[in-house]
């Protein structure tokens, strides 16, 4: 089967290797669809590492993704306890916890200290034609959902968590600085969790076209004013009641605090690609901030798959490029350096 595997820092090559053993208890194979390539992929790309990850030999990208399934192993039961059938569409968590520590046990999966996570070394991800995954990560797809729109159910759920960690009311104010994937799904989802008005905020003025098509209020680029002068003047010096950080460019976590209100929640979702977090200390303690780090996702497929089958997020708008899997190094060399109109890049890995 071919595979794209990544041998060091913007060296993706396609091999051919072997196919993957028959399914284990609680496993089925995967004859793998389509791959999105999300912000973490691309800090492995460029740097050969993310956050204090090493990756060390090659490996295989991909962590957002979807498949059909080609076998089933022994008690296969997907996300919601029920059988998983051959021929399947199915999207995939990447996150798979252990089920039986102190965080799982308490209902925070995503904090699992024992989990592993498909596409962040060491285990390899989903740039290949088939791959076995554990049955309880797996949330079917109904027919109305494309193929593409099954990788972008895990962009989603990210997105879910950061608003649930948000605790936006109704008439808050919001604002978003980064209007990538994540950033526009989250400005979507702060309006459909009732916020009267968000601010998005970017660099590349396509991403701020679609910010606006998607509700925004104001939709501003970062590269031509200060954009916590810009949110005090628009709120009358007051702030806005939540900042999410969904960036992470050069001063991004500060500029967030500066638009954030007295008493006010800044939720952090991106990563540095230099694992490092510039916040000046006096503007969080001296405006009271709640600080939330949001890490992933957690009990949110259900919820995402529910709001792409009732069209409130148009998942499938996000999708501006398109690549075979022999294609997987330019994919990622066109999305590393942004090239113009990138939103979402979809890698077919299926026919």
């Known amino acids: 089967m071919q595979v ?51 990756v060390s030999e090659p490996f295989v990208l991909g962590h957002e993704f979807m498949g059909e399934i080609a076998a089933v192993g022994e008690g296969a039961l997907d996300g919601e306890h029920q059988p998983l059938q051959l021929g399947q569409r ?18 925070h999966p995503n904090l699992c200290p024992n989990h592993y996570f498909y596409g962040l070394f060491p285990e390899d991800g989903a ?24 990788p972008l159910l895990e962009t989603l759920g990210v997105a879910i968590h950061a608003i649930d960690l948000s605790k936006i009311r109704v008439a808050s104010s919001v604002a978003v600085i980064g209007a990538g994937p994540v950033g526009l799904l989250i400005t979507r989802l ?5 916020a009267s008005e968000v601010f998005a905020f970017d660099k590349l003025n396509w991403r701020l076209r679609k910010a606006r098509e998607w509700g925004a209020t104001q939709a ?10 810009v949110v005090m003047d628009l709120t009358g010096g007051r702030g806005v009641d939540v900042a999410i950080e969904a ?19 800044l939720v952090l979702v991106g990563i540095p690609p230099d694992d490092k977090l510039w916040l000046q200390h006096s503007v969080a303690r001296r405006k009271g901030l709640t600080i939330m780090m949001s890490r992933r996702m957690k009990h949110t ?21 398109r690549f ?20 979402k890049v979809i890698l077919r890995v299926g026919p």
């Open 90 to 107: 199915v999207a995939v968590e990447p996150a798979v916890p252990c089920w039986r520590c102190e965080l799982c046990e308490k209902g």
């Open 301 to 321: 497929y259900p919820r995402a798959i529910e709001l792409a089958i009732s069209g409130k997020v148009k998942l499938e708008e996000l999708v501006s490029h």
């Open 127 to 150: 740039l290949r034609e088939r791959m076995n995954v554990s049955a309880r990560n797996c949330f079917p797809l109904p027919d109305s959902l494309s193929d593409e729109v099954g």
């Open 220 to 229: 501003i680029n970062v590269a031509e004013c200060d954009p916590g002068g």
């Open 4 to 54: 794209a595997r990544l041998h060091g820092p913007t060296d993706i090559r396609i091999a051919a290797e072997p196919e993957p053993s028959p399914p284990g208890p609680g496993e089925v194979t995967l004859k793998i669809k389509t791959v999105g390539i999300c912000g973490s992929d691309l800090h492995m790309y460029e740097t050969g590492r993310i956050g204090y990850t090493v």
């Open 247 to 265: 960036a992470w460019s050069d001063h991004s976590v500060q500029q967030a605090a500066d638009m954030a209100r007295y008493g006010g929640r």
């Open 324 to 343: 075979d899997i022999t294609q997987t190094a330019e994919a990622y060399a066109s999305n590393a350096a942004y090239e113009r109109g990138i939103n």
């Open 190 to 194: 702060a309006l459909l969790a009732g």
